[in-house]
């Protein structure tokens, strides 16, 4: 369960139409409630580690940006609940690839940038045994 | 050699909560497998079907990613400390 304020998703859809038309990506920082909910409270755009030519349709956040997203949560007494990223003109689901590289736990927020402009925006949640997402939001 | 891998919070689901473990191994690749073994759960994330350390798994020995040493050869020493850290991949289509 995710709770995503107005304010984190109007950003993603931000970030996803500056990057146009390659992806962005980021993380999700916020904190857990009482029935394990997470709650976003706001957002870290990371830059795309990826090749420019490759960045139309992967993403990557590399382990040292992943560290260092950590201890900006921490130092904001929040953890990083999930990532997010932009499907440029592509529907906001998530890929064989998405799955293939998430792990379990986190939410992975999807905008989809339809010729520059943000539309759908949905949440998944990695199964237990790694064949399929589960959709949150 | 007993050494100490800190968990990311993702897999912490498969590690009674703990942020930290202990392990014992000569070279990293033991201390790995034998961590896997005792919380079995986490083995489909840290390892491809092929029994593989899966791409977006990273792992630091203090604050070197072991890319920079001999990799999953690199050996231990009694109270190294290891980090496991995901690099975070995706995208839209194959
Ligand atoms: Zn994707």
Redesign the interface.
């Known amino acids: 369960m995710i709770v995503l304020p107005d304010s984190a998703s109007a950003a993603i859809m931000s970030e996803g139409e500056r990057a146009y038309p390659n992806e962005c990506c980021g993380a999700l920082l916020g904190s857990m409630d009482d029935s394990g909910g997470r709650v976003v409270s706001e957002i870290l755009p990371i830059h795309n580690g990826r090749e420019t030519e490759e960045q139309y349709h992967r993403f990557v956040i590399g382990p040292d940006d992943f560290m260092a997203s950590e201890k900006t949560a921490r130092a904001r007494g929040l953890d990083v609940i999930g990532f997010y990223h932009s499907h440029p003109d592509h529907p906001a689901v998530p890929s064989d690839y998405d799955r293939e590289h998430a792990l379990p736990w986190y939410s992975y927020v999807i905008v989809a940038v339809k010729s520059g402009v943000s539309g759908d925006l949905t949440s998944w949640e990695l199964d237990g045994d790694r064949s399929r997402f589960i959709k949150e939001l | 050699m007993p050494v100490t891998i800190q968990i990311?919070?993702?897999?912490r689901?498969f590690t009674d909560r703990k942020s930290e473990v202990q392990a014992k191994g000569a070279i990293i690749a033991e201390a790995i497998a034998d961590f896997a073994a005792s919380y079995p759960d986490i083995k489909?994330?840290l390892y491809d079907e092929g029994g593989t350390l899966r791409?977006?798994i990273?792992i630091?020995l203090g604050d070197t990613?072991i890319k920079n040493l001999g990799g999953l050869d690199t050996p231990l020493k009694d109270g190294d400390i290891l980090m496991l850290?995901?690099?975070?991949?995706?995208?839209?289509?194959?």
């Open positions: 990311p919070t993702a897999l689901v489909q994330h791409s977006f990273n630091y990613n850290v995901p690099a975070i991949a995706g995208g839209s289509n194959p």
